[in-house]
């Protein structure tokens, strides 16, 4: 399951593993899921769904309704919203986390990531924060190490979402973390 934008990540990683595992895309502007939708269609993709949704105030309720276990959650540059005002409108909030937490399976995983490290950490802080259920891998493999603070030098996924392709263009850098729920 992801909050989603474009598209792009999530279509891919389903193409990967087609037969494999189902894939969910929620995305709170209604033009883009429609969009995103269209794709799945135009590829003939029938394990990946794009909904029209506020994963903030609806991720518990659709993943109780989804068929099958939760394996892994992504959030991926979601929207800085950078005025300290505006901070209570970025998507990862307390409650999303702990819905986040209760409903992966043991050995779940988080993939969270950002171009603005106070984003990232923001982040960072929230999943941490919670009650030690979540492990932090900081090393995939011995080929994807993380710097001294824990960020993964490189995507596990091997899958970049559309805005990661234009940060990167611009040469800044992005703040990548994993999580595994424990057993
Ligand atoms: C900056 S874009 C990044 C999209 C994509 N993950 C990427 O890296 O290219 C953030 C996306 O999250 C969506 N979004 C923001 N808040 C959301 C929420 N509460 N629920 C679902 N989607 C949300 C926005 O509409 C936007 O498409």
Known sequence: MKISGSGRFLIWLAKRNSGLRNY??????PKLAKRAEHWVNELSLRNIHFIFANATISFKKLVNTYPGPLVLVSILCPDP??????HKRRVVQKPLVESIVDCLVPG???????????VAADMRNCFEGNSGKLLHIDRIDPNM?????GWLLSNPMGIRTEREIH????????????????G
């Open 81 to 86: 919203h950078f005025k300290k005002k505006h």
């Open 145 to 149: 190490p993380c710097d001294e603070e």
């Open 24 to 29: 969910l895309g929620l995305e709170i502007r």
């Open 167 to 182: 940060a990167e263009f611009t040469g800044a850098r992005i703040y990548r973390r994993m999580y595994q729920k424990r």
């Open 108 to 118: 779940g995983q988080v993939f969270i990531q950002s171009d603005v490290l106070e």
